[in-house]
C-alpha cells in the first residue's frame, strides 16, 4: 500500500494548516485551516480547493482556531458530507468560530461589491457565509482524549492534550500500510506548558514520523510563572492608566482574550492595577467566554477562573456595532479588548483608526503577528498606517506583550520533540515563516536529530511514506514558497501611498507639488506592463 502525504497550507508560512494523508484504503484530512496574512495568502482562500472533496473520508481537527478550521464550511460547501472528528471543546468553540467567520465574509463582501460596482470591477462571492458553516457543524463527532477512534478504514486516530487553548490537541495517525502499521503524529499547535489556565502538552512516545509547528522556532521566550506574567500586565497597564488615555488591546477571541481577562480580574481584587472599566467588543469573544465559562475549569488551579468574570459589574459585553461605536465618545482611562488579534478584521481596525493618532493612548500586541498584517506592522515600529483606506498616523504607545502567547517558544518545542523518541522517519516542520522553520532545524539539529531526518516541505509538496523514509514527489504548488511568507505588493503599495502624501505634505509649496506629480506621471506612463509569463496575478479576493 502507497502512503502518501501533501501539505496544502502552512507550508511556509504560518496559517492555513492542512495535510492530506492517503491510503490505498482511505482519504484523510489533519485539519483544512484559512490562510491570513497578506493579500495574495488571502486569495488562496478563495481558490479551489487543492484536491477532490469527494475523495476525503474524514477530517481530524486538532483545534477551533481559524487558521487550523476555517475553510471546513467551504470544504462542506464543494460537497464534503463525512464527518469532522474533534474534541468537546473543540466542537463548541467552532459552534461560535465558524458562523461568525461567515458573517465576516459575507459582511465584507458587500462592502467591497459596493466598492467594485463604484469602480466597474467584478463583484465577488464570500467563500462562505454563516449557514454554510451551521450546516458544516451538523457533521462534528466528538472524541476524548486517550481513546482511539476509527477515523476510516485501515485509518484509526487517537486525540492527546496539547495544551494551547481550550479543547486542543495532538493527533497520532496509525495507518496500514504493506510494512505494517505507519504513525504519524501531527502537533498542531503546542502551548508553552507552565500556564494555570491549560495542561501542559503531551504526546505518545516512539512514533515513525513526525509533524510539528514551528511558530516560534526561532525565539527563546524567559520562562514565566502565572505570577510573573500577571506582574508584566500589571506595570504594563499601570503604565497606560499613567498616560491618561485608554489601551486598546486587539486580543485574539478565544482562548487569549478570556486568558486577559481572568488576569485583569485577579490584578484588579489584589490591588495591583487601578480599577476600570473593560469592554470585550467582539461578539465572537463573547460567545467564545460563554463556552469557557462552561467548559474553562482548570486542573492547576482547580478551580473555572471565568466563571465569574462579570462578578464586579465593571465588564461589559459589547454586542450590537452602536454600543461598539459609543466608546468613541469615552475619555480617560479605560481597556478594551477587540479582535482581531493581528489587527487584521473586526471592530479593533475602528478603534485603531480613532486611537493610534493619539498620545495618551496605548495599543498592547499580546501575541503573535504574522507577516503581512496590520498588527506585524505596529509591532515592528511602523510611524503611520493603512487603515481601510485612509493613512493614520501612530502616536500612540505601542507595546508588544509576548507573555501570553499559545505556542511554545524553541526550547519547549524541541523538548516536546525529544520526548517523542524515538522517530524512526522524518520530522516535517510546518506552521512557520521560514526563519522560525530554518531556527527550528537547527535546534533539533543542535538537540540531536539528525539533519537529513528534518524536512521543510513547501505548499502542495506531496511525499510518499515508508515507517523510516519519505520521498519527495512532483506537483504544482499554488503559490511560490518565496511568496507564502513575505509582505506583497498590496502592503508595498499601501506602504508607498503613505511615503508618498508624507512626502508632498512636506514639500515647501503646491508648485513643489505639482512638479513631483508630474514626475511620478511621466515615471508611470513609461513603466512597460509586465508580460503574463513574468508574474502571476492573484485570484479575486474578498481582501
Known amino acids: 500500500m502507497a502512503l502518501e502525504l501533501t501539505f496544502h497550507g502552512a507550508a511556509g508560512c504560518v496559517t492555513g494548516f492542512c495535510a492530506r494523508l492517503k491510503t490505498d484504503r482511505a482519504t484523510i484530512l489533519i485539519d483544512c485551516g484559512m490562510f491570513q496574512g497578506s493579500k495574495t495568502l488571502k486569495a488562496l482562500n478563495y481558490d479551489p480547493l487543492p484536491f477532490d472533496p469527494d ?34 471543546g473543540t466542537r463548541d468553540l467552532c459552534a ?41 457543524l451538523e457533521l462534528f463527532r466528538t472524541v476524548k482524549l486517550g481513546r482511539e477512534v476509527e477515523a476510516a478504514p485501515g485509518v484509526t486516530a487517537l486525540y492527546w492534550e496539547a495544551g494551547h487553548i481550550l479543547g486542543s490537541a495532538s493527533i497520532q495517525v496509525t495507518a496500514d500500510n504493506t510494512e505494517g502499521p505507519v504513525t504519524l503524529l501531527f502537533s498542531g499547535d503546542l502551548g508553552p506548558g507552565g500556564r494555570d489556565f491549560l495542561p501542559d502538552p503531551e504526546g505518545p512516545v516512539g512514533i515513525d514520523h513526525l509533524i510539528i509547528e514551528s511558530t516560534y522556532g526561532d525565539r527563546p521566550r524567559p520562562a514565566l510563572d502565572p505570577a510573573s506574567r500577571r506582574r508584566i500586565l500589571a506595570r504594563e497597564l499601570r503604565d497606560a492608566q499613567e498616560a491618561g488615555g485608554p489601551v486598546l488591546i486587539p ?39 460563554e463556552v469557557f465559562q462552561k467548559r474553562g475549569w482548570s486542573s492547576v488551579m482547580e478551580a473555572n477562573p471565568f466563571e465569574d468574570l462579570r462578578s464586579s459589574g465593571r465588564l461589559m459585553f459589547l454586542k450590537a ?27 479593533v481596525r475602528k478603534h485603531l483608526k480613532r486611537l493610534l493618532w493619539r498620545h495618551d493612548a496605548t495599543v498592547l500586541l499580546p501575541g503573535f503577528q504574522a507577516v503581512g498584517t496590520l498588527g506585524r506592522f505596529l509591532a ?10 485612509e493613512d ?69 509538496e506531496r511525499f510518499v511514506l515508508t515507517k523510516a523514509g519519505a520521498a ?39 508648485a513643489a507639488r505639482e512638479i513631483m506629480i508630474e514626475d511620478l506621471a511621466r515615471s508611470v506612463a513609461a513603466t512597460r506592463p509586465v508580460d503574463a509569463g513574468q508574474g502571476a496575478t492573484p485570484p479575486k479576493s474578498a481582501g
Request: with cysteine; aromatic share 4%.
Open 251 to 289: 486580543a485574539f477571541a478565544v482562548e487569549r482574550s478570556q486568558e486577559l481577562l481572568a488576569d485583569i480580574q485577579i490584578l484588579t481584587r489584589e490591588g495591583e492595577i487601578p480599577e476600570a472599566d473593560i469592554f470585550l467588543d467582539s461578539p465572537l469573544a463573547i460567545e467564545a467566554t
Open 96 to 136: 461560535v468560530m465558524l458562523p461568525d467567520a461567515g458573517d465576516i465574509q459575507e459582511s465584507e463582501v458587500r462592502h467591497l461589491n459596493r466598492r467594485n460596482q463604484q469602480r466597474g470591477r467584478d463583484l465577488v462571492e464570500p467563500i462562505y457565509t454563516a449557514r454554510d458553516a451551521e450546516r458544516t
Open 321 to 347: 456595532p452602536q454600543e461598539s461605536d459609543r466608546l468613541e465618545r469615552l475619555r480617560g482611562w479605560h481597556i478594551i479588548l477587540a479582535a482581531s488579534g493581528m489587527c487584521d478584521a473586526g471592530r
Open 392 to 460: 493614520v498616523s501612530v502616536r500612540a504607545r505601542v507595546r508588544s506583550l509576548d507573555i501570553y502567547s499559545g505556542h511554545a517558544d524553541q526550547g519547549g518545542l524541541v523538548a516536546w520533540a525529544k520526548a517523542r523518541g524515538p522517530v524512526a522517519g522524518k520530522i516535517f516542520l510546518a506552521h512557520g515563516e521560514p526563519n522560525s522553520l530554518e531556527g527550528l532545524r537547527g535546534a533539533l539539529t543542535k538537540s540531536g536529530f539528525a539533519a537529513e531526518h528534518l524536512m521543510i516541505p513547501a505548499l502542495d
Open 380 to 389: 515592528e515600529g511602523a510611524t503611520s498606517v493603512r487603515i481601510q483606506g
Open 472 to 510: 519527495t514527489q512532483p506537483g504544482t504548488a499554488r503559490l511560490a514558497p518565496a511568496a507564502a511568507a513575505r509582505p506583497d505588493w498590496h502592503n508595498a503599495r499601501a506602504r508607498l501611498m503613505i511615503d508618498l502624501n508624507a512626502r508632498l505634505d512636506a514639500l515647501p509649496s503646491d
Open 55 to 88: 475523495e476525503i473520508d474524514a477530517v481530524l481537527l486538532t483545534h477551533a482556531h481559524i487558521d487550523h478550521s476555517g475553510l471546513l464550511p467551504k470544504l462542506m460547501r464543494a460537497g464534503y458530507r463525512g464527518p469532522i472528528l474533534a474534541t468537546a
